[in-house]
Each structure stands twice: as structure tokens, then as C-alpha cells.
């Protein structure tokens, strides 16, 4: 009886994927194909809009709360808590949860709101006016915390972890600080102990100008030698590079090209096909269209992008292979470059404003302070009125520079404007995910550097394969660090890897 | 009262329209670029599958019955027939009734058996076994009896009527016969008289090889000096060249591409494009996604690919312009070629077994034969086991050639192994429509040849946007016909149009 009624949930479930996977391909097209002209991108929104709710209609069928409960009082279904239904019941439980506990009013001021948000957003960065967006900010904060009143949090916990929770699942601010803070200070040390002291690598790989068409043969040569299988996937482009899956077999990713920043598209594009190889090789057949058959959201999957960015594209056994690699799609232009000047040139650090253009480095003190002010927005601690302060002072403490205007600060991302809170964190949890991991791994496959120098990436990939992808959303993003290293999440594998590779760059080793 | 029911019923079919619009980019992203490998095929066919059951569910709820019978009364809505509240009441209606009309075991029924006879057709077709065929193509006519006696027909009319009407709205055998039969036999003579006493034009047009990106340039520069904007629309490519409309403003065509078939290529290209200028063209505004906003289908809209495709981009004013465009593309390739050895080479009649090969004259008869034949087996005439010697009869008889297998005769279209009746004459009704709307056209813009050598294609377009793009729907075909030229619709138009042309190339005027 009950294995009826598990079919019911699944193959409904399966049927919302549907839905949700049509309109990735809407996004996808918008993205890198549509025109842009006439009426097209309107009628492109309602489209989405219509599927929008259709989904939601099934994402909150009233059914779902009766199948589940006559599952989960099934023992033969949850008794291995790790088994594919064990799993189901897990996911599909906690994403109807968050879909039905909001009022329908409270998602609809929600969804209005944010839109205009975003609109007041994009004019007040233009304008450098934070003033003009500061009650569209307060307005999401208010509407936030209800929300957060509404999903709950654990005893103990605060509002943030509520809201988190939509993007880490489980996720509390204090096991979140657990990790980050112990980051941060040794970050600061060690960026410091590089700009003061190390040698800084020539920025001359970023000076070079080479053919489009070069790039582009280039980049899909490395990301297919890199495991994306380019059969089962696609590579376009589009103003943002992003990944998308319409399923194991049809993964699609986005990257951009610039005449002299050839850096930046293969970085690019290796982050994304990192995205790309996890979501083509998440469990197959059955499994398909489940939770069990799906990537980990969020810090996993980033785990995942930046594994193959950095660890592999940033690090010296990828540079002896590919520095061979650029003489044959850009014929003399970078020999007169050093090894040093590709390899170094690929891991400058700098001190910067912007988080989307930093360094591997650099990049997770960006993160922790959108982190720790988000969270005392939250809880009431800070004020909108005094965020461009708190974050000036935070640039300055954390990564030493000067915040001239809010649109270089406070106002660069439009992740708060859509009312999404929590979400920062999930990426430096990638990069300390990531750098644990490739451990785990180095410690089990011997030493990866000098594979990747011959080429070979196999044995990395073949890893995450069998320790990470295979298993879908078997394991919650903790219970799965713990299953592949032995260790809960730290900060030190992350610290260890970038002050190990970047000293040596740096000549101070 | 009945405003706010007529704008719930336009509503309703906006909002149907969204999903069906959706479907296309389903269609139109597996033909240009999907991923065939793995599950990606399967997948995209749920995809599909349940967008039509969302389609099908909306074209049939119940409510619009209710909201048509209000609106129906209202003579405010009705009194000009030719409003958009009339033609979108007229259109509604007719789609309304057609979806209803069947029960639901009959639909299920049909797909199951067309699916299958598809499979069965392809594998026949490959094997040259028709017997394999046959009692595939006696279900589906007993099901598509079935269908027909549930729409209905007129008094005097036939079962053809029932099921064309699908595809041509009001059409009947007896309406199709009174222009394709006095067709026929005076194109069989034309054909007749250029082959055998005519003088052929060379194939070196066709010899010639030239790369494929200088191909893709010429044809993207042809189509757009032609009127197709390319900014409110795309190019791509796909194995059998097609055009869907997401939008107005957002038209998608194919075409495809081999080294020595430049002429495929831009033919190709030209006819897809003269239904993408027809689909940018439609009413804008709040028409769309109605009705009153749409193209007609079939006939009228294969007339406007017609145009482009022959009536244009076979003209010898067309051939004066793109001649020296040639050399602009591919340098010197055809330097060795006459004006002849491209106009002519345009226009080379052959007697042949494939209509999707067959030229511009021959090409009707094709359709004759397929009209003739499909109107016999409904009516019981003609029976499946006759059919292979019906067509081989009648393909010597109005063609002059033998058919050597049925794979080459009776089983080379999809169509009939679709379920699909009285859809072939609408490609020759497209091309009457176009040759008397060219006559139209002419006589108010006078020498249009002159202006094609000139490069000057926008009088024409421009005409053919004031005529029938912007009228959407609100015309019936042979309304639309009279109304734009004066006259019913008559072969004679085309056949003097083939038989001046055609008889100037072959050197016998």
C-alpha cells in the first residue's frame, strides 16, 4: 500500500521537475540566444511567470502532505536514513515545508516587493545613491524576518538560520562562524605577509590580445579534457556565465570571451564545467527527476566549481600541461611569457572592492563581511542607516582598502536586493569544501600535481565521482564531509592550500 | 457583462497560448541544439508530452463553452465579422469545437496507433516492404474515419472535408479539385513541351563548392536584405529546415548547409523566411497570443514562403542582384558561370519520384497525386492494397516516370504514416495563393523584376505586410484571396507565371 502511495509522491515529484527543467531552457535561451528588441522579453517573463506558478501549484498540492505522512510512518521506506526513499521522504518534506508555510500574501508582498527592490537597486548603484535604495532594503529586512517567523528556527538559533536554510540546508549561523572566523584573520595575515613582503607575479598573461575563435576552441578543449562531456552538454555564451542542467544528459553551460582576458574565460569556464561535471554524473535511471538523483545545493555543488577552478586550473601541475597547450591555439602569442608569468599570473591577490573580480584568496574575506553584516541586520544589531559605515570599516579592517562610494561598497551585489539573505556564506563554504575535499583526495590518489602535469585529471575526476556525485543527495552537505574526509568542515585544509601555493608564488617560502 | 466574459475568454487563450509557445522552444532547442546522447531525447519528449497535456487541458476547459455562448449573443461583439472580437470568437470557436468533439478513448487511441505506425512506416520505408505498412495505414484511416464522422462535414460534402478542414479551414475536396484539377493536365503539357523540346539550363550551378561559413554570411545578408529582421529573430541550423514563432518579435529559423549546394541553402532560407516575415509582421499589442493576431494557416502562410522562396529568390530580377553578390562571398567560385548557369540553374525542371526534391512545376503534381489518392482511400475507392499500383499509375501519368520501389513511391512522406489527411494540398494551395497575390502585387506596383535587380524588395514586402501580414487572422483564406485580388482563387496565375518563365529559360518563346 504504502510503496504505492511512494510511487504517487515520486512520480509527482518527477512531473514538477518537468515543469521546473522547461523553464531552465526558457532562462537558458534568454540568456544566450533571444532577441533582445520588441516585446520578446516581456512575453519571455510571463512565460516563465506561467510556469512559475504551475510549479508552485504542484510544489504545494495538498496531496503531498498525505503521501508523506503515510510514507514516513513507514519504516521499510525510512529505516536506512542513506537509502534513495529515506532520502525522497527527507527533501520533499522540507521543500513542502518552506513552500507551504508561507501565507500566500506574505509570498505575494515578497515577490512584489523584491521585484521593485531590484529595479530601485540597479538605479540607486547607478546613481551611487544609497539613501534612494536604504527603505526598499529595510522593507526586505521586515518582510525577511517574517518569513524567518514563519519557517522557524532551532532553540538556540537566530533569525538568520531560518533564512539560510533555503540555500544550506541545516545551516545555523553559529556552525557557519565555526568555520569562517577562524578564516578570517589568517586570511588577513597571510594577504598581508604576500603584499607586503612576496614578490608579486607579473600581470603580462593579461595583457596579451588573442582571436576570439582561438578562445573558444581552446577553453572547449580543456573543459572536455577536464571531464565535461561535451556530448551530454552544451557550451555557449552569455553576459553572466552559469550552468544549468535540463538533465544528466543535457547540462548547459554559459562563458564569456574578451579579446585580452583570456585568464578570465578559461576560469570561467572551468568554474561552470565543474557545475557541469557534478550535475552529469548525479545517480542515473530511476533516480532521475528525484531529490536522490540531485546535485547537493548550494555549498556542495559550489564545492564542485571551484575544486576544478582552482585546485585544478589555478595550480602548477595544470599550468606545465596547458602552458604547452596555449602554443597550439595562439601560435606565438605568449612565448615570450614565462612559466612564472602564466602560472603566477593566474594567481595574482590583490586588494580589491569588487567581489566578483577577486582572487582566490581575497575573495572569501568579501564573503565574510556580507556575512557578518547580514546577520546583524537580521537580528536587529545594525541598522540600514548605518551599513555603508559598518562596511567601510569592514574593508578596511578585512581587506584594507578604501570604500570611495556605496556603489563600490554595499551597493555592488544584487543578492540582498532580491531579499536573499544567507546565501553569501554557501560560496567560501564551496572554497572550504573544495580545499578539503582535494585532501581527502590527494591522500587516497598520491600526488595530483604531477598527474595534472601529464594531463591527467582522470583520477581527480574518477574521485569526485565515486565520493561525491554518485551519491545525489544521499548525504546532507556535513554528513557528506564527514563520510569522504573523516572530519567535520574546517577552515585549516582552505588556509593550508592558499598559504602553501601562494607563499611559494610569492617567493616566501 | 459580456466584455469582462470576452476578455476572460482572450485571457484564457493568451494564457494557453504561453504554454503552447513554450512547447516550441522545446521543439525548436531539440532540433537546433539539444544533446542527443543518452536520456537527453527521452526527457525532452516528457517534457513535451506534458506541456500538451497542460495545452490540451486548457483548450478544453470546460468554461469556454460557457464564455463562447455569451459572447456569441452579443452583437456588439459580432456585428462586423471582421473584428478582432469576431475572429477571435470565429477562431475560438472552431478550436473549441475541434478539441471537444472527439472522446477521449478515440484521441488515446489515435496517438498510440500514429506513434506506432510512425515506427512501422520508417522501418518499411527502410525495407521497401509496404505490406509491412499497409495494415498500419488501414488502422489509421478507419481511426481518421472515426475522427471525421465525430467533427462532421457539410451536406454534399465527403469525409475528406472533416479531416482537411484541420489543417485549411472550410476547405473541401470538391473547393481543392475546382483549382488543382484544371492544375493538372496543362502543367503535365508545360512540363512535357520544356523537356522535350526545350533547351535544359547546365547543373554547374550545383557543382560548385564552397565553404560553409561564406554560405552562412550570404544567406544571413540575403534573408535580411529580403525583409526577415534578424533582431527580432534568429538563424540556426537543423537537418530539416523549419520557422516557429515564440513572438512576434521573437522568430526562429532553420536552415541547413552542404559544400555544393549553395542553391539548397539559400532556397531553403528564402522559404523559411517568408514565413518568419509573415510571423514579425502579424498584429501587435494586445492581439497577441489571440487569434485576430495569428498567421493562417496552412495555405496562406505556405503562400507567403512561396513567394519569397520562387516568386523572389527565383526571378531573374532576383538573380540580377545576387549575381554580383556571389563574387562579394566567395571570391572568384563562380566567375566561370553565365547569368543562365545561375538563373537557369534556379529553375531546372525534372521529372522526378521525391516531391521534397522536385522543382517549382513539378512539385504540384506531386501534390495532385497524394490529393487524389488520400480522397480515394477515405472514401473507400480506393483500397490500401491498390494503392502502390494507384501511385505508380498516376506518378507515370502525370510525372512521365516509372516508380521503381515503393520506398521511392507510396512510402517516401511521413504524412498519411501520421494520421495526417488532407494536409498535402495546402503546399499547392500556398503556391496558387502566392503566383495570384504576385499578379496583385505587380499590377499596383509595376515592374517588379526591375525592382529585384535593383535590390529593391521592400515594395513587395511592404505590400504583402499591408495585404495579409497585417490582417492576422481576420480574413478567411478565400476571403482573404478575394479581398486582395478580386478574384477566387484560380490556377491560372500559376500557371501562366511557370509558363512565361519557364518557357523564356527553356528558350521556347
Not at 537566530?158 to 553559529?174: F, H, R, S
Not at 588573442?210 to 552538454?233: K, W, Y
Not at 548605518?386 to 556605496?406: N, S
Request: net charge negative; proline share 5%.
Amino acid at each position: 500500500m504504502s510503496n504505492t502511495t511512494y510511487e504517487q509522491l515520486i512520480d509527482h515529484h518527477r512531473r514538477m521537475e518537468l515543469l521546473v527543467s522547461t523553464t531552465y531552457l526558457l532562462a537558458w535561451d534568454q540568456e544566450t540566444l533571444m532577441p533582445r528588441g520588441g516585446g520578446a522579453v516581456e512575453y519571455r517573463a510571463r512565460q516563465m511567470a506561467q510556469l512559475a506558478r504551475l510549479t508552485h501549484e504542484r510544489r504545494t498540492d495538498p496531496r503531498i502532505a498525505d503521501w508523506l505522512a503515510a510514507c514516513e510512518s513507514d519504516t521499510e521506506l525510512t529505516v536506512d536514513p542513506t537509502s534513495p526513499s529515506a532520502v525522497n521522504l527527507r527533501e520533499i518534506r522540507r521543500d513542502y515545508n518552506r513552500a507551504t508555510r508561507l501565507p500566500g500574501d506574505l509570498v505575494e508582498q515578497f515577490t512584489q516587493t523584491s521585484a521593485m527592490a531590484k529595479n530601485a537597486w540597479a538605479q540607486a548603484r547607478q546613481d551611487d545613491d544609497y539613501e534612494a535604495f536604504e527603505p526598499w532594503l529595510k522593507k526586505l529586512i521586515d518582510l525577511s524576518r517574517r518569513k524567518a517567523e514563519c519557517y522557524g528556527w532551532q532553540d538556540g538559533g537566530e533569525i538568520w538560520d531560518a533564512l539560510a536554510d533555503g540555500y544550506e540546508p541545516d545551516i545555523t549561523a553559529a556552525t557557519a562562524e565555526a568555520v569562517l572566523t577562524p578564516l578570517r584573520d589568517p586570511l588577513v595575515e597571510l594577504i598581508d605577509e604576500l603584499i607586503v613582503r612576496g614578490a608579486e607575479p607579473s600581470d603580462r598573461f593579461n595583457e596579451i590580445i588573442v582571436p576570439l575563435d582561438a578562445q573558444r576552441a581552446f577553453v572547449r578543449d580543456v573543459v572536455s579534457h577536464i571531464g565535461f562531456d561535451l556530448e551530454r552538454g552544451r557550451l555557449a555564451e552569455s553576459v553572466h556565465p552559469f550552468c544549468i542542467p535540463f538533465h544528466r544528459d543535457d547540462v548547459r553551460l554559459t562563458t564569456r570571451f574578451h579579446a585580452n582576458m583570456l585568464n578570465d574565460a578559461l576560469g570561467s569556464t572551468l568554474h561552470e564545467s565543474g557545475h557541469g561535471v557534478y550535475n552529469q554524473n548525479t545517480p542515473a535511471g530511476e533516480h532521475i527527476g528525484t531529490p536522490f538523483g540531485s546535485a547537493i545545493r548550494l555549498s556542495i555543488h559550489e564545492s564542485q566549481s571551484r575544486m576544478i577552478e582552482n585546485h585544478v586550473g589555478r595550480s602548477e601541475g595544470f599550468w606545465r600541461w596547458c602552458a604547452p597547450k596555449l602554443r597550439e591555439y595562439f601560435g606565438g602569442a605568449y612565448d615570450a611569457l614565462s612559466f612564472d608569468d602564466l602560472y603566477g599570473g593566474a594567481n595574482r591577490v590583490q586588494r580589491g572592492l569588487i567581489r566578483v573580480e577577486a582572487d582566490e584568496a581575497t575573495y572569501n574575506l568579501h564573503i565574510i563581511v556580507r556575512f557578518e553584516l547580514e546577520r546583524a541586520l537580521l537580528s536587529g544589531d545594525l541598522s540600514t542607516g548605518d551599513l555603508p559605515e559598518a562596511w567601510r570599516q569592514r574593508y578596511r579592517k578585512y581587506l584594507g582598502v578604501d570604500v570611495p562610494t556605496d556603489a563600490l561598497g554595499c551597493l555592488q551585489d544584487i543578492h540582498w536586493a532580491q531579499g536573499a539573505f544567507g546565501y553569501f556564506p554557501t560560496y567560501t563554504l564551496g572554497n572550504l569544501y573544495a580545499a578539503q575535499f582535494y585532501d581527502a583526495a590527494a591522500a587516497e590518489l598520491g600526488d595530483l600535481q604531477s598527474q595534472f602535469a601529464r594531463g591527467e585529471f582522470e583520477p581527480l575526476v574518477d574521485w569526485l565521482h565515486r565520493n561525491i556525485h554518485q551519491h545525489g543527495m544521499r548525504y546532507p552537505a556535513p554528513a557528506l564531509c564527514e563520510h569522504v574526509t573523516g572530519k567535520p568542515l574546517s577552515s585549516e585544509p582552505l588556509l593550508n592550500h592558499l598559504r602553501t601555493k601562494l607563499r611559494s608564488i610569492y617567493q616566501l617560502s
